[in-house]
């Protein structure tokens, strides 16, 4: 026959063991539960995921395929040094005799450009003469959200004399020294304005014909010539 101490000690070991695996029991509930939330949290991840990459396609690219835009330009005479203090920029003292000014056209073919930026420096007080410095480029420019526009192109930069003495100058187009350009617009509608950035590299394309080409050092220690473009959108 079981004495009274038997059955409080099998009663203390029973509760113990329903403690134990309740709590155990709960445990794996909990694990259960996290690892169900991960999941759901991970297939929405992916949904959301799945929608932007279906969306930004249509939204990033929503321009005009074809699209030609020209407008006036103003470049500062001098250069933008990342290295110098305030870029070796005096905003205080800034004038419009610190410009130079011109035109800027652009010729969009879905993400590809092709524009040209004509900066003429007149001479004398007739200013019939003087030198047009005329950077043909072509590059990719890519519209976002219709709002912003960016774009990178590279080309030769010319240097055309005109009036007294010679209508254009002597120099080879092919010794013309190649240039980075880029470009960020806010677009308005059929109005848009931005800021151009131009790096002038040594090479040539001659150089690059040879395989003489050198620009590694473009970007170690950069002249920027910056300024901005009001651009027309003709179509």
Same mark, same amino acid.
Do not use: Q
């Given at each position: 026959?079981?004495?009274?101490?038997?059955?409080?000690?099998?009663?203390?070991?029973?509760?113990?063991?329903?403690?134990?695996?309740?709590?155990?029991?709960?445990?794996?509930?909990?694990?259960?539960?996290?690892?169900?939330?991960?999941?759901?949290?991970?297939?929405?991840?992916?949904?959301?995921?799945?929608?932007?990459?279906?969306?930004?396609?249509?939204?990033?690219?929503?321009?005009?395929?074809?699209?030609?835009?020209?407008?006036?330009?103003?470049?500062?005479?001098?250069?933008?040094?990342?290295?110098?203090?305030?870029?070796?920029?005096?905003?205080?003292?800034?004038?419009?005799?610190?410009?130079?000014?011109?035109?800027?056209?652009?010729?969009?073919?879905?993400?590809?450009?092709?524009?040209?930026?004509?900066?003429?420096?007149?001479?004398?007080? &007739?200013?019939? *003469?003087? /030198?047009?410095?005329?950077? #043909? $480029?072509?590059?990719?420019?890519?519209?976002?959200?219709? %709002? !912003?526009?960016?774009?990178?192109?590279?080309?030769?930069?010319?240097?055309?004399?005109?009036?007294?003495? &010679?209508?254009? *100058?002597? /120099?080879?187009?092919?010794? #013309? $020294?190649?240039?980075?350009?880029?470009?960020?617009?806010? %677009? !308005?509608?059929?109005?848009?304005?931005?800021?151009?950035?131009?790096?002038?590299?040594?090479?040539?394309?001659?150089?690059?014909?040879?395989?003489?080409?050198?620009?590694?050092?473009?970007?170690?220690?950069?002249?920027?010539?910056?300024?901005?473009?009001?651009?027309?959108?003709?179509?």
């Amino acid at each position: 026959m079981i004495s009274e101490n038997h059955m409080r000690i099998i009663c203390n070991f029973n509760e113990f063991v329903c403690i134990i695996y309740m709590k155990l029991h709960m445990k794996t509930c909990s694990t259960y539960f996290v690892n169900m939330g991960e999941l759901y949290m991970n297939k929405k991840f992916l949904v959301v995921l799945m929608a932007l990459l279906l969306i930004m396609p249509a939204t990033m690219f929503a321009a005009d395929l074809i699209g030609f835009r020209i407008g006036p330009t103003a470049m500062l005479n001098g250069t933008l040094n990342p290295d110098v203090e305030d870029w070796g920029l005096d905003l205080e003292n800034l004038s419009v005799e610190d410009f130079t000014f011109g035109a800027d056209a652009r010729l969009n073919f879905s993400l590809i450009e092709v524009n040209a930026l004509a900066l003429v420096t007149p001479e004398g007080e &007739d200013m019939a *003469s003087g /030198t047009i410095d005329l950077y #043909a $480029n072509a590059g990719v420019s890519i519209s976002l959200l219709n %709002l !912003l526009r960016f774009g990178v192109s590279a080309g030769p930069m010319f240097e055309i004399a005109y009036g007294e003495p &010679d209508d254009v *100058s002597e /120099t080879d187009p092919m010794e #013309a $020294n190649l240039n980075l350009r880029m470009t960020a617009d806010l %677009l !308005l509608g059929d109005f848009s304005i931005g800021a151009t950035g131009i790096i002038t590299s040594s090479s040539s394309i001659n150089d690059v014909i040879d395989g003489t080409a050198e620009f590694g050092g473009l970007f170690e220690s950069p002249d920027i010539k910056a300024g901005v473009s009001a651009l027309f959108a003709i179509f």
